[in-house]
């Protein structure tokens, strides 16, 4: 099995920053794409960041020049710095992996979520 636990979520004022972080663990033979997504209330989930294992990035216009994100593939780990936060930032953000096993399929694989509360 294959986990991925988010960290770093919590309250922050509009304009401030956070820092999430997603650690993947599990019977793991290679870790491929991975991102951020996050959802709204009444609103669908969205795509937030990806960023491939060689370290090729793609954002959401709404996020493009605030947000980074980055990995660690030593540690099955990525991160999202978010700076300038705004109100509408508000969301329970999803870590996604795509994961190929020890079979050799590949399969996503979503984090629990942390909920950013971003207060205007």
């Known amino acids: 099995q294959v986990q991925l636990v988010e960290s770093g979520g919590g309250l922050v004022q509009a304009g401030g920053s956070l820092r999430l972080s997603c650690a993947a663990s599990g019977s793991i033979f290679r870790l491929n794409d991975m991102g951020w997504y996050r959802q709204a209330p009444g609103k669908q989930r969205e795509l937030v960041a990806t960023?491939?294992?060689?370290?090729?990035?793609n954002y959401a216009d709404s996020v493009k020049g605030r947000f980074t994100i980055s990995r660690d593939n030593a540690k099955n780990s990525v991160y999202l710095q978010m700076n300038s936060l705004k109100p509408e930032d508000t969301a329970v953000y999803y870590c996604r992996g795509s994961v190929v096993g020890g079979s050799g399929y590949e399969r996503p694989y979503w984090g629990q979520g942390t909920q950013v509360t971003v207060s205007s």
């Open positions: 960023v491939t294992s060689s370290g090729i990035t």
